[in-house]
């Protein structure tokens, strides 16, 4: 973790998100060091939505950890295993629609996050066909935000 410090040193006059792509930084015994260097710095831990995988590419979803009291970071990936470890394109590798049930519990995790942070941004990677500004709109109204109806588009892909 100390190879980030120049990393983050020179970033110092900004908020820093750092999104691990190692699972073996967060789970078991690794999770309170890398949490506490993270929170040391200020940087700001991505926390994730992803397939249940053991595969080291694939961060746990059961991580919710807030290291910089401004501004807690949700990244969704969508839940389909196989596509995120053996897709060949990024469509492929992040092909998921999320289902209602599935928003409703990253609503739930967006309003803990947000008991321990000013600011939670819920980014969607799930970017095959129009899945995430649809998944973005429909998170937004499970969390009781105003949204206002968008006219209906003609399908892009």
Same mark, same amino acid.
């Given at each position: 973790m100390s190879e &980030?410090?120049?990393l983050i040193e020179m970033l110092s006059d900004y908020d820093l998100?750092?999104?691990?792509?190692?699972r073996n930084w967060v789970v078991g015994d690794l999770l309170k060091p890398t949490i506490a260097f993270l929170q040391k710095r200020h940087a700001i831990f991505v926390n994730v939505d992803a397939p249940v995988s053991d595969h080291f590419t694939v961060m746990p979803s059961d991580v919710d950890e807030v290291t910089n009291p401004k501004v807690a970071y949700l990244r &969704?990936?969508?839940r389909n295993a196989k596509?995120?470890?053996t897709g060949k394109t990024v469509a492929a590798r992040f092909d998921y629609n999320y289902?209602?049930?599935?928003?409703a519990e990253t609503a739930e995790r967006s309003a803990k996050l947000a008991r321990e942070a000013r600011e939670v941004h819920v980014i969607?990677?799930?970017n095959n066909l129009d899945y995430a500004p649809h998944a973005a709109l429909r998170l937004r109204k499970a969390l009781g935000?105003?949204?206002k109806a968008t006219s209906e588009t003609a399908e892009l892909f």
């Open positions: &980030l410090d120049p998100a750092i999104e691990l792509r190692n &969704l990936h969508g596509a995120y470890i289902s209602d049930d599935e928003l969607f990677n799930n935000q105003i949204v």
